[in-house]
């Protein structure tokens, strides 16, 4: 079915715009993505102030990891640089340590560590399509623990009873908003074959 589908489409758009030939031969740059060749940075007869060597080392570092940025706006930004997010992901973490849940762990620290060394790529953020599930699966593993260990160690029925109700309004909001963050921004994607 594969092959099926794939050869018409792949003729009829003059080549895969995603296969291994354009991937390995990639000249274009994403747009934001664009790296300041240094002449451009620092002209030979001005000095070299503390904003223009910012600059350079922002230039050096695009041109040696220029899928990180990419990466930081889709992924990091949410998961670690939000200080509410970055909370609940070490509580995550911890809660996952404290019942031994070593296998999710070190599924998701490695696709982590794949999505880190993928930003040599420009194509960095199709690492995405593993982390962002795993993370999913991270949150949802850590959520029921949170239950599980709301159930051991409260024995007030009253407290027991309003810590799930916080819980459970977490889960809301979290689904709430990544609804509405996924409605919002496929709201302007169409679907056509033109625009790859």
């Known amino acids: 079915v594969l092959a099926l589908s794939y050869f018409p489409v792949s003729i009829y758009i003059k080549g895969n ?20 060749p240094e002449e451009q940075v620092t002209p030979k007869d001005q000095t070299i102030t503390p904003e223009r060597q ?11 990891f220029p899928g990180f940025q990419q990466i930081k706006t889709d992924y990091f930004n949410f998961i670690f640089l ?18 031994r849940q070593y296998k999710i762990l070190s599924l998701y620290f490695a696709s982590l560590s ?5 930003t040599i790529n420009y194509s960095a953020i199709r690492s995405l399509i593993l ?7 991270l949150y949802s593993y850590g959520i029921w623990f949170s239950f599980k260990l709301n ?28 609804m509405a963050y996924s409605y919002f921004i496929n709201k302007g994607v169409s679907f056509n074959l033109h625009h790859f």
């Open 17 to 36: 715009p995603y296969g291994i030939d354009n991937i390995m031969n990639q000249k274009i740059i994403p747009k934001g993505q664009e790296v300041i």
């Open 82 to 99: 939000n200080p509410l997010f970055a909370l609940i992901f070490i509580y995550i973490i911890y809660i996952l340590f404290y019942y």
């Open 151 to 178: 159930n051991e160690l409260i024995k007030n029925k009253k407290i027991n009873t309003v810590i799930k109700i916080v819980l459970v309004s977490c889960i809301i909001f979290f689904i709430g908003s990544n």
């Open 114 to 118: 794949l999505t880190i060394l993928s």
């Open 131 to 137: 982390t962002w599930p795993l993370t999913f699966l």
């Open 54 to 64: 910012k600059i350079q080392a922002t230039a050096r570092f695009q041109k040696i």
